[in-house]
């Protein structure tokens, strides 16, 4: 739908009221288990490839949370919750809900127990915490267990193995787009490769390359077209001109 929040329109500031983690430490799943990573039901990896690319990261952190916490939402019929107290199918504690429950599919309604609006939600939370610069950082904020960070990183490992790219994919070849401010570009993925050039919004440039993961970011190549420079840049900073 039209409305459905991207990270650049709804990204909420960490609130400084002492916010519980998402999933707390005890999830309703055992984050050192060792089972074999199952498959992604279609509709969630819809929304987490949606998600990845509204937000401008890797859809695959996501589906790892989504599969570590609930096994998409095979554990929480009727929307159980954890012995922490944590529900939905990407265990978020309610405090937590309060301040980065988004409306993911623009019903009106924020609902903790809906994929819909829990995935996006999940979005909201881990860039507030960090991602996708610091991933880390990022998985630790949801869940304080490091088992549960490498649990995390491993699985999503598995699913850009299974399922491609984790990259947003967001664009496609063809094309055209413009930064949303100020933005650099390089000459190849990575935030220490050399500036070619500063792009500015109302610049337009056309995809020609990517997605390319990198240092924590989703890059697309570019020939920016009224300058004639190609280069690399950042999901997170492109809109569709």
């Known amino acids: 739908m039209n409305d459905t929040p991207k990270r650049r329109t709804v990204l909420k500031s960490i609130a ?13 799943t055992d984050p050192s288990r060792a089972d074999s990573t199952g ?20 859809w ?22 954890s012995s922490a107290g944590a529900r939905g199918p990407m265990q978020f504690m309610p405090a937590t809900w309060d301040a980065y429950g ?19 939600s999940a979005a909201n939370y881990l860039t507030a915490s960090g991602a996708p610069d610091n991933w880390d950082d990022a998985l630790y904020a949801y869940n304080h267990s490091w088992n549960y960070v490498n649990h995390v990183k491993d699985t999503a490992a598995v699913y850009r193995d299974r399922y491609g790219s984790g990259g947003g994919g967001g664009f ?14 390089r000459h190849r993925p990575g935030v220490d490769s050399e500036i070619l050039a500063t792009m500015e919004p109302g610049t337009v440039g056309e995809i020609m390359n ?7 970011y989703t890059w697309w190549g570019v020939h920016w077209l009224d300058d004639d420079i190609w280069g690399w840049s950042v999901e997170r900073y492109l809109t569709r001109a």
């Open 60 to 81: 695959t952190y996501l589906a790892g949370v989504g599969w570590v916490e609930t096994h998409h939402g095979q554990y929480v019929d009727g929307c159980a919750e």
């Open 16 to 28: 400084s009221t002492g916010i519980a983690t998402v999933g707390f430490i005890s999830t309703l």
């Open 102 to 120: 988004v409306d993911g599919d623009g019903d009106g309604d924020t609902d903790i127990c809906d994929y819909r609006d829990a995935i996006p």
């Open 39 to 58: 498959d992604i039901p279609s509709h969630y990896l819809d929304q987490y490839r949606r998600t990845g690319d509204n937000w401008g990261f890797d």
């Open 210 to 216: 990517g997605p390319e993961n990198k240092d924590g």
């Open 172 to 185: 496609n070849d063809g094309d055209q787009v413009e930064p949303t401010t100020g933005l650099n570009t």
